[in-house]
């Protein structure tokens, strides 16, 4: 039988706690990245649906005349599944706004 006068290095259970304590620091890290990608993903989408109605609006805002009190306008992307709609309505006769003849709203619903 052969001897080791050298006892310092790692035996296979040391490596294989090792391995383990390995594992279990870093399978959260794992999880926590997916859950990252996913928000990241959808503020992703999120942006792009707010620049495609800030488009929409200002398109909406050429096209119409000054002197308009109802516009509507649309715009619908098939490909992400997304209707942006956009509506300039006179404001109902409220006794806050007596003061500002004319007054419209402009909603932009997506």
Same mark, same amino acid.
């Given at each position: 039988m052969i001897h080791f006068k050298n006892k310092s290095a790692f035996g296979l +259970?040391?490596? +294989?706690? =090792?391995?383990v304590? *390995? !594992?279990v620091v870093t399978a959260p890290l794992f999880v926590l990245y !997916? @859950?990252?990608f996913r928000s990241v993903v959808k503020l992703s989408d999120r942006a792009e649906? /707010?620049?495609m109605a800030h488009q929409l609006l /200002? %398109? =909406?805002r050429r096209e119409q005349a000054p %002197? @308009?009190?109802t516009f509507t306008a649309s715009k619908r992307d098939a490909a992400q599944g997304i209707a942006i709609e956009y509506q300039l309505a006179q404001i109902e006769k409220m006794p806050? *706004?007596?003061d500002f003849p004319g007054l419209c709203k402009e909603t932009l619903t997506i």
């Amino acid at each position: 039988m052969i001897h080791f006068k050298n006892k310092s290095a790692f035996g296979l +259970l040391e490596v +294989l706690f =090792a391995l383990v304590v *390995f !594992g279990v620091v870093t399978a959260p890290l794992f999880v926590l990245y !997916g @859950d990252v990608f996913r928000s990241v993903v959808k503020l992703s989408d999120r942006a792009e649906h /707010m620049i495609m109605a800030h488009q929409l609006l /200002m %398109t =909406a805002r050429r096209e119409q005349a000054p %002197t @308009d009190k109802t516009f509507t306008a649309s715009k619908r992307d098939a490909a992400q599944g997304i209707a942006i709609e956009y509506q300039l309505a006179q404001i109902e006769k409220m006794p806050e *706004f007596k003061d500002f003849p004319g007054l419209c709203k402009e909603t932009l619903t997506i």
